[in-house]
């Protein structure tokens, strides 16, 4: 396969001007012109130094010193947390904004899909819009023309063609745009976070069709929030912290090192007795989150067990219980296991000891959880340790099918029988 | 594998040094399919849902017409002596709202079109193009009309006046208009990016510019010397409405004073391509 160079960013920065942008008002401008002819203070400065400072003043650097290389052929993915320059470089690289320094080279042609059904007009027919979303993406209509057929057939809503779209519903519509998207044909795509939309089996068609781009050739980049679907989809990927390039190399490490370095995800936690959480009666030394699958990787095929370290400072009888509370990031309660209710009350020694919780595999679903453990005692709370555990399940690849989270806080294997 | 470092290779360069005085006309020409269906969905988008549908293109310019026939023909008895009052007032008001058309959809351009400019890159003069050609189908459909009109005064013997050889001048003149509204709408187009101020006093604007052109009266009933006058010898519209007349309904014309209406489109384009390149490059920074 070609490995040539196909994309080329070389020290990129991008400056954006903070605060109210874009709406400077005419009278603020002639009132400060007027100011200066008279050789007086410009208005702006004396009344609100602070408001005005922040709206001309500030700049905000979104990109400094990015450069990184694409070969032909790379599926690259681009990870970073919320504000760390991900949708500026895609700007950037798909030309709906300029760099403030620095070059970007591209080879072949590029079309960037940072949302779907760009240009629609809602009182045209879904043909119509066809063709004119088409053009606006790039496509010649001799082009488009030819494919017509296939764009119809992938869309799924042939029956609906000549209906202005403003009657379609949102999922019509999302289908029609990637119907486009999907037969670009270009040498370099670049895809923002389309995953995020459409149920199961249209992101899975979607995917289907981006594999097929990749394995002719061409060139991907992709941006997502979703770890997971970098990691199983790209062959190379870029790290970018605070618009800076972290991280460039093979998607496995990258992802990795994005993973340890971000509090994303905390497996284990240790504290001092004399600092840890807790009461007079029981403290919380440490918490530990395993896997037993190989590797110590967290899938969700296998066993995943929490393990408390406890200090027991007074409590001698049985009356102690500990609730594990399991959510998602999006604070979804999953599912809460009581311990008491579970096995029964148990005697406590003082002293240190160990309590583990084992959730069975095939339970959890991919994607992140958080983990709080809450101490009661007589029907009392104690204490609770918020978020004692954060981490990432990943499921295993299927050699057969591309990358679908499925939905859902969890993911259960169940029985089917007829 | 050989890694030659040479330019020409690749096929786009993004740099914030690139010349913005250029104008990529290659490109321009690589997205003509897009112009085309910009065109053909603000014809089409615009009539859908009407029950009149692309009929209103001849009614606004007829009902503006017969109001100014009506307070300023018979009334103020301001129209040209010897030219029916209606056919008079068509005359200046349909390239007239040509010119108000162009100059507003380009003026908006941005703003219009700036949910598209945040997603997707084409060349950005694409839209000002398409809107301008799309105003001048319009045009064209109101000059067959009055086409129309005019035959029947004509048959009527309501005014004798057959098409001369002006009717040659009708391309210059289509372009001299095409060009100063485009030139004009460009400019205010790339200042509204940062005062929005502007797009709000265009529409005003436009509506003072054009009592300060013909439209209203003929050039010949303004006296020599005064201030009006020297308002619409400076107005570059002044020559484009009144040639329109000469052609459309015979009036007199000198038509020299046309050469100073196409000097400023000429340098209303020039210019208003260059602020509006300029504005471009940081338009997407700005909303």
């Not at chain 1, 920065?13 to 942008?21: C, D, Q, S």
């Not at chain 2, 108000?100 to 700036?114: E, S």
Request: glycine share 8%; net charge neutral; charged share 20%.
């Amino acid at each position: 396969m070609d490995q040539e160079t196909v994309i080329r960013v070389e020290d990129v920065h991008k400056r954006y001007r903070l605060g109210i942008i874009g709406s400077s008002l005419l009278t603020d401008e002639v009132s400060a012109l007027w100011a200066r002819m008279r050789r007086r203070p410009d208005p702006r400065l004396l009344v609100e130094k602070a408001h005005v400072q922040q709206r001309r003043g500030q700049y905000f650097w979104a990109l400094q010193g990015v450069s990184f290389e694409v070969r032909g052929g790379d599926i690259l993915g681009i990870v970073g947390r919320n504000g760390a320059g991900k949708s500026t470089i895609l700007k950037l690289l798909s030309r709906i904004s300029l760099p403030t320094k620095g070059r970007i080279q591209l080879k072949g042609k590029l079309s960037s899909l940072l949302e779907v059904g760009t240009g629609f007009h809602p009182e045209l027919t879904g043909r119509e819009n066809i063709y004119l979303n088409g053009a606006i993406l790039g496509m010649r209509k001799t082009e488009i023309e030819t494919k017509l057929d296939e764009i119809i057939a992938f869309s799924g809503i042939e029956h609906h063609l000549d209906t202005p779209i403003k009657r379609y519903s949102s999922g019509m519509k999302v289908r029609l745009g990637f119907a486009v998207a999907a037969h670009l044909d270009p040498d370099i795509l670049i895809v923002d976070e389309v995953l995020a939309v459409g149920d199961a089996e249209f992101q899975r068609k979607c995917l289907g069709s981006m594999r097929k781009v990749a394995d002719s050739g061409r060139t991907i980049l992709l941006v997502s929030h979703n770890v997971n679907a970098v990691h199983n989809l790209c062959n190379s990927a870029i790290w970018l912290d605070q618009g800076e390039l972290r991280m460039s190399g093979g998607t496995h490490e990258v992802v990795r090192s994005y993973l340890e370095k971000y509090a994303v995800e905390t497996h284990a936690q240790e504290w001092e007795a004399e600092h840890a959480p807790g009461t007079e009666e029981l403290r919380l030394l440490g918490v530990k989150a395993t896997c037993e699958a190989p590797g110590g990787e967290l899938l969700t095929s296998h066993p995943l067990r929490i393990e408390f370290e406890l200090l027991n400072l007074g409590i001698t009888d049985d009356d102690l219980n500990i609730n594990l509370r399991v959510s998602t990031h999006n604070e979804v309660v999953a599912f809460v296991s009581n311990m008491e209710r579970e096995v029964g009350r148990m005697v406590w020694e003082p002293g240190r000891c160990k309590v583990s919780c084992t959730i069975p595999a095939y339970l959890l679903n991919e994607g992140g959880y958080r983990f709080t453990a809450i101490f009661r005692r007589n029907n009392q709370r104690l204490f609770q340790v918020n978020d004692a555990v954060i981490l990432e399940m990943r499921q295993e690849n299927e050699e057969d099918l591309p990358y679908v989270r499925r939905p859902g806080v969890v993911h259960p294997k169940l029985r089917w029988e007829r | 594998m050989a890694m030659k470092d040479d330019k020409d290779q690749w096929d786009v360069v993004i740099d914030p040094s690139r010349a913005w005085w250029l104008v990529d006309l290659r490109e321009i020409w690589r997205y003509r399919d897009l112009l085309v269906l910009l065109v053909r969905r603000d014809l089409l988008a615009v009539y859908k849902q009407t029950i009149l549908g692309p009929a209103w293109q001849v009614v606004q310019p007829l009902l503006t017409s017969l109001t100014f026939a009506v307070i300023f023909g018979f009334l103020a008895r301001m129209s040209e002596a010897g030219i029916p009052p209606l056919l008079f007032y068509m005359s200046g008001v349909v390239p007239w709202l040509f010119f108000a058309n162009v100059t507003n959809r380009t003026a908006q351009t941005l703003v219009f079109n700036a949910q598209l400019m945040t997603k997707v890159y084409y060349p950005r003069l694409i839209s000002p193009i398409a809107t301008t050609l799309s105003s001048s189908v319009s045009f064209l459909v109101q000059l067959g009309a009055f086409a129309l009109f005019a035959l029947y005064y004509h048959l009527s013997g309501l005014h004798a006046w057959t098409l001369g050889k002006e009717l040659a001048m009708l391309p210059v003149l289509v372009l001299v208009l095409m060009s100063i509204g485009f030139g004009a709408g460009l400019i205010v187009a790339s200042i509204t990016t940062k005062f929005r101020d502007f797009g709000l006093l265009l529409g005003f604007g436009i509506q003072l510019l054009m009592y300060l052109s013909p439209v209203i009266f003929p050039l010949s009933r303004v006296p020599e010397g005064g201030v009006l006058r020297r308002f619409l010898e400076l107005n570059p519209m002044t020559p484009v409405i009144e040639g329109f007349r000469a052609v459309l309904v015979g009036s007199a014309m000198d038509w020299s004073t046309l050469v100073y209406g196409a000097s400023c489109g000429m340098v209303l384009v020039v210019v208003g391509i260059l602020v509006f390149q300029r504005a471009e490059r940081s338009f997407a920074d700005f909303i």
